[in-house]
């Protein structure tokens, strides 16, 4: 990154301690509030970077990836963005399906290269002069209210990433480098957070994908509901819920609900 702006290195320094009170709030969500915890960040985020959007997203690496992928077999599996709006969702879907295609940007291809565990990435320091005078820039950027964006690549093993983007407008100025520095230390600090929010959908340890249904019961699980509140609170039946119930255990490989917490605590690799 190409400015002489640092992040102070005194711990009572008032960004730093933003950062800090950001961690502790993360760590006072209960595991079943996994969704509102990460809405959380990325609305703290916005507002700490002033910033127009954010997007958290995974990415998995297939595993028989074709020769001349450009994208070495790197795909997303989950997409979050904290405000859709329609203009924004319709991009987001239509760069998921040009992945699969034989069209596949620049910016796309620089963003799965390499294998760095940590990465932060400032757009106009990443794409080259031109690239910002094509359509891709203009359809993904432009056209849906967005000028430049940050990125941090965050790897939870050599199969699945983070990806992390924040977005200002045309309004707004562009991100420095000291903007890079902070949003990457919030980041360096949450490799056990985003861990939480894969192990939700059933990512990293289980043996196959959470179903919504099975997802919104593991929540509640975790939170330390029974089987009977559980089917009561999702309005079904106890049979379907104790159904729900087997089929995570059979997913993560557990046989009861403290075997299933302990996955939370880090106590099973």
């Known amino acids: 990154m190409g400015n002489d702006m640092h992040l102070s290195t005194d711990p009572t320094d008032p960004?730093?301690?933003e950062i800090y009170a950001l961690w502790d709030q993360l760590a006072d969500?209960?595991?079943g509030d996994a969704d509102a915890a990460l809405t959380h960040l990325m609305s703290a985020l916005r507002t700490m970077l002033s910033a127009r959007n954010v997007l958290w997203g995974v990415v998995v690496r297939l595993p028989?990836?074709?020769r001349a992928d450009p994208l070495l077999g790197w795909r997303p599996r989950l997409v979050r963005v904290?405000?859709?709006?329609?203009?924004v969702a319709a991009s987001v879907q239509k760069q998921y399906d040009t992945l699969w295609s034989d069209h596949v940007d620049l910016s796309q291809i620089l963003s799965m290269s390499g294998d760095e565990p940590f990465r932060v990435r400032l757009?106009?320091?990443?794409l080259p002069p031109e690239w910002f005078d094509g359509e891709?820039?203009?359809r993904h950027y432009l056209d849906v209210g967005f000028a430049d964006s940050i990125s941090v690549r965050v790897a939870l093993n050599h199969d699945v990433r983070i990806r992390f983007f924040v977005f200002r407008d045309a309004q707004a100025p562009r991100f420095s480098a000291q903007d890079g520095q902070r949003l990457g230390l919030v980041m360096r600090g949450l490799r056990w957070f985003h861990r939480q929010q894969l192990l939700s959908h059933g990512l990293l340890i289980a043996n196959a994908p959470?179903?919504?249904?099975e997802r919104r019961v593991l929540l509640a699980l975790l939170d330390g509901?029974?089987?009977k509140e559980i089917a009561q609170r999702l309005d079904q039946s106890p049979n379907t819920t104790h159904f729900h119930v087997k089929s995570i255990y059979g997913k993560f490989g557990v046989r009861n609900r403290s075997t299933l917490a302990a996955l939370w605590l880090g106590k099973l690799q």
């Open 15 to 17: 960004q730093k301690q």
């Open 29 to 31: 969500f209960s595991v």
């Open 64 to 66: 028989s990836p074709k």
């Open 82 to 87: 904290l405000d859709p709006m329609p203009a």
């Open 123 to 126: 757009l106009f320091e990443t």
């Open 136 to 138: 891709h820039y203009r």
């Open 210 to 213: 959470l179903t919504p249904a």
């Open 225 to 227: 509901h029974m089987e």
